[in-house]
């Protein structure tokens, strides 16, 4: 099985829910830097297909369960929730979640490869999950962002600040 199969197997749901589904989209994220990546990743897909949408973060599940338990969503997508974050999930009966977390690979490697697999444009959006320190050494990642432009590799010596003062200091 070779790199992207075993993520597509995890994320064909959100694939599909993405796709075929007519409704707005509700969708909550933690608030993390994995969080984030992957928050941006949905959204910059969700606007190229003109879909509609609505995002919120949270610190912890516990005060979310009100609003969640009251949203007309019958499907949810939760990203990056820690492990009593889904214990709290599972409090509400009447809502179908899918939650994105962190297995084999990261959650923002997850959406970019659903981002990939729905249309090939949305590999400029590769530079997103290197933010997160989980995927800067990630090869397949960095390669995908390089290709696109977005992110350029420059190799030379490292000097601590050597951006923001003169090198003889």
Known sequence: MNYYEGIKEETSQLKDLILNYDSPLFIISRISIEGFCASSIIVKI??????????????????????????????????????????????????????????????????????????????????????SLVNIKNNYLLLEAEESGKVKQVKGIKIIGSNTRPIHK
């Open 46 to 131: 969700l606007q190229r297909l003109n879909k509609n949408f609505s995002l919120t973060f949270f610190e912890s599940t516990e005060s979310k369960i009100k609003e969640l338990s009251l949203n007309q969503n019958k499907k949810i997508v939760v990203i990056d929730p820690r492990e009593r974050d889904i214990k709290d999930l599972e409090k509400i009966k009447d809502k179908d979640f899918i939650v994105i977390t962190k297995t084999g690979y990261s959650v923002s490697e997850k959406v970019y490869t659903i981002a990939k697999e729905i249309d090939i444009k949305n590999t400029d959006l590769a530079y997103i999950p290197l933010f």
